[in-house]
T-cell receptor, first 111, second 114 residues
């Protein structure tokens, strides 16, 4: 079993739709969680951190469920520009050590 | 300010040759990571440097792969006797600290082994 697992998709949604991705992690001791975005043939960039209390940034909402060991990303009112691959990232520590990236979920928003 | 830079951006080599890939992290970032990404795949962790600590080499796929970080700044990833399966994009990232901090990625080096 992979340490971080994501549904690869692809998710194809119309503009304006709401879409949600989940990511599960196997190590219950994991401490830090992130969502990164990677556009085609570009490097990944941080989209948002995921906090225990959940956090929201505009149309994006991230949540953490420690009991079930998953994190989620909700995108409301999808835009064409949201088309990308979304990478879930999990780390065991808060300030040291490596991070584990999921294989990503591909989203395509269509007009 | 300047971001993470990598060179070369593209490298085509013949099977069996050695290659060196370079990463210049953001100034002041103590942590540096190397990843590999094959076409359509996720990021595969290779190696992690943190300050003066011994690097975490647990992701290096074979002893043909090695990396060093000189003076806590520039890093070089070396692949000896390249094989066709080494073809991928090699990404470098740096962060202020280790895990738990935002990683800033360079544009990557696309390696093609013929």
């Amino acid at each position: 079993r992979k340490e971080v697992e994501q549904d690869p998709g692809p998710f194809n949604v119309p503009e304006g739709a709401t879409v949600a991705f989940n990511c599960t992690y196997s190590n219950s001791a994991s401490q830090s969680f992130f969502w990164y975005r990677q556009d085609c043939r570009k490097e990944p960039k941080l989209l948002m951190s995921v906090y225990s209390s959940g956090n929201e940034d505009g149309r994006f909402t991230a949540q953490l469920n420690r009991a079930s060991q998953y994190i989620s990303l909700l995108i409301r009112d999808s835009k064409l520009s949201d088309s990308a691959t979304y990478l879930c990232v999990v780390s065991r520590n808060t300030n040291a050590g490596k991070s584990t990236f999921g294989d990503g979920t591909t989203l395509t928003v269509k007009p | 300010g300047a971001g993470v830079s990598q060179s070369p951006s593209n490298k085509v080599t013949e099977k069996g040759k050695d290659v060196e890939l370079r990463c210049d992290p953001i100034s002041g970032h103590t942590a540096l990571y190397w990843y590999r990404q094959s076409l359509g795949q996720g990021l595969e962790f290779l190696i992690y440097f943190q300050g003066n600590s011994a690097p975490d080499k647990s992701g290096l796929p074979s002893d043909r792969f090695s990396a060093e970080r000189t003076g806590g700044s520039v890093s070089t990833l070396t692949i000896q006797r390249t094989q066709q399966e080494d073809s991928a994009v090699y990404l470098c990232a740096s962060s202020i600290g280790g895990a738990g901090n935002e990683q800033f990625f360079g544009p990557g080096t696309r390696l093609t082994v013929l």
